[in-house]
């Protein structure tokens, strides 16, 4: 289809602002704590609990709304209102403020993302989603290490509100992208004809809870969004307690990990998608689960030794990798339900994902910090032991893209794209 390659670019680079805003905020954490004195379990509310309520909430609604209007122009509405709310984020005098502040982005973020990934489906047939998905996924690794890299300079030269308001005025030249990207037809890129009135948001559901292999995926997705994004998240935080980095330093490293280092390995990982695209989609499945799985292995380490060289060097085996499973999962997800379904279905897997990943994962590490503090001789290390144990759950993860299998010939059948 003309103009699918520029689209995807375009695309990317919004997911890239959008993450690359919600990063940042992870890599001010300490700066934020120290102005409005704040507990981790606070800062575990006001970075993800906040931000997941209202994203998620919103996420249904939204998700269905792009079933049904045009998605470029409602990506367009989504990236004003979160840059909007951003820059109110860096003007928030308390705590109250700066949470309500990320309650808006949460909403504007909501809507960004299933249009997004149903627009791409279009310009792209069953076969190539998969790339297609992976080159997406880059845009975690591009936004996460400007987050970092740029949040952490930002903030040690001009101070943290500074920061914020810079990341929310980036977005302007990007909406003067998405001006130039075609709004496809529907359904075009499938064999399965499109439904003329896209189904309701119980119908879907229904469909996604009968597709045995989807729950899994969806399953397996969420936990590794746990597992994965939520350790991430504090690591700025933990190389500042632990090992004596100041906020540009912690920032400057987790940034070169997750855009430097997580950009080389979702190329390298696009390039094992072409390969898996050719292949039975159980391939896929088993690369989802021994990529979450051996990633454990070192995110786990970096968290429990004491030697910072060897938690740098542990990190770089852990952070660039969490977002690997991105494009084949979201590939998968596209293609084991029918085209009218996948706004709602893409807003139900950022609903449970994000739950997960920003609502349980940072708060949950807080509230674990917290508790674990009184009783260790030095309370700055309880981060790290917190840390250490929530990465076990990438084990849990594997284990539902490896169930996934059984039931995956059927469930593409019914979806129309086997």
Known sequence: ?????????????????????????????????????????????????????????????????????????????????????????????????????????????????????????????????????????????????????????????????????????ASIPVLLLLLTVREPQRGASDVAATAAKAPGIGETIAFIRSQRALVHVIAGATIATFSGMGLVWWTPAFLARSHGFSVGEAGFEVGMMSGVGGAAALVAATLVTFKLARMAPKWQCHFLAWVTLLITIPGVLAH????????????????????????????????????????????VVLFTANIANLAIAPQLIGIASDLIAPHIADPAQSLRIALAFAGLTGIWAALHFWMAIKSLPGDLARAGTL
């Not at 970075?47 to 122009?73: Q, S």
């Not at 949470?99 to 993302?113: P, Y």
């Open 304 to 347: 429990s030794v004491s030697d910072k060289n060897m938690a740098l060097w542990l990190l770089w085996l852990f952070i660039p990798f969490t977002n690997v499973y991105v494009g084949p999962m979201l590939a998968l997800l596209q293609n084991l339900v029918r085209p009218d379904m996948r706004g709602v279905t893409v807003a």
């Open 1 to 169: 289809m003309k103009g699918r390659y520029w689209a995807l670019a375009v695309i990317t680079l919004v997911y890239a602002m959008n993450i690359a805003d919600r990063f940042v905020l992870s890599t001010l954490i300490e700066p934020i704590k120290a102005e409005f004195q704040l507990s981790d379990a606070s800062v575990g509310f006001l970075t993800g609990v906040a931000l997941a309520i209202f994203y998620t909430a919103a996420g249904l609604p939204l998700g269905a709304l792009a079933d049904r209007v045009n998605r470029r122009n409602m990506i367009m509405w989504a990236l004003s209102i979160w840059s909007l709310f951003t820059a109110a984020c860096g003007m928030a005098q308390n705590f109250w403020q700066l949470l309500l502040a990320r309650i808006g982005v949460g909403v504007g973020e909501a809507g960004g993302t299933p249009p997004s990934h149903s627009i791409l489906a279009d310009y792209f047939r069953p076969s190539e989603r998969i790339v297609a998905m992976s080159v997406f996924a880059l845009g975690i690794a591009i936004g996460s290490g400007i987050g970092g890299i740029g949040g952490g300079l930002l903030a040690e030269r001009f101070g943290w509100r500074h920061g914020l308001i810079v990341f929310a005025f």
